[in-house]
T-cell receptor, first 115, second 115 residues
């Protein structure tokens, strides 16, 4: 158990809908990262937040957004869902900025299925 | 620019045989290199990392990887595998904050250990 929790574990929805994925980092971790794992694109970094502020952006679509709240939990919002958004979404957390490299601990993931 | 290439998508081996999972990176800046393991239906776990110092790094369960700057490689090896090593292995490359602070993963290598 990494200490990172993600809810829900599974999510099934229809095209065009909007969903919210939630992540609670390990106690004391200030950084949260979101990743998407799909069969065709592999594991891709989406976005990072540090202490409530966006710090780095990867291959995140404009239809996707995220935020980190004062209690440090984070939410990833996916809107206008398409079939291709079906994937496993991971959250990871680390103590601080990864400039000096702080190990990232991964949650169990949320499996999103868009029908 | 940075990228990580895992040269084998699948590696089947028999129990107690040696294994090497290959990873090459492409980067023009300082790199941090990692191997993560993903067991079925689980999140990613850090197996080992290279940040600096000794080019040979080891994990607690018998895996080792060697950073080879001249060949831009970070291959993962184990002299004798167990059935329980069956999993997907990801090589990853991270750049610190001043270089966009993102983590790039390879496509993964599925290691299947047969009895």
């Amino acid at each position: 158990d990494s200490g990172v929790t993600q809810t829900p574990k599974h999510l099934i929805t229809a095209t065009g809908q909007r969903v919210t994925l939630r992540c609670s980092p390990r106690s004391g971790d200030l950084s949260v990262y979101w990743y998407q794992q799909s069969l065709d694109q592999g594991l891709q970094f989406l976005i990072q937040y540090y202490n409530g502020e966006e710090r780095a952006k990867g291959n995140i679509l404009e239809r996707f957004s995220a935020q980190q709240f004062p209690d440090l939990h984070s939410e990833l919002n996916l809107s206008s869902l398409e079939l291709g958004d079906s994937a496993l979404y991971f959250c990871a957390s680390s103590v601080g900025l990864a400039g000096d490299y702080n190990e990232q601990f991964f949650g169990p993931g949320t499996r999103l299925t868009v029908l | 620019a940075q990228s990580v290439t895992q040269l084998d998508s699948q590696v089947p081996v028999f129990e107690e045989a040696p294994v090497e999972l290959r990873c090459n990176y492409s980067s023009s800046v300082s790199v941090y290199l990692f191997w993560y393991v993903q067991y079925p239906n689980q999140g990613l776990q850090l197996l080992l990392k290279y940040l600096s110092g000794s080019t040979l790094v080891e994990s607690i369960n018998g895996f080792e990887a060697e950073f080879n700057k001249s060949q831009t490689s970070f291959h993962l090896r184990k002299p004798s595998v167990h059935i329980s090593d069956t999993a997907e292995y990801f090589c990853a490359n991270h750049h610190p904050v001043q270089y966009n602070n993102d983590m790039r993963f390879g496509a993964g290598t599925r290691l299947t250990v047969k009895p």
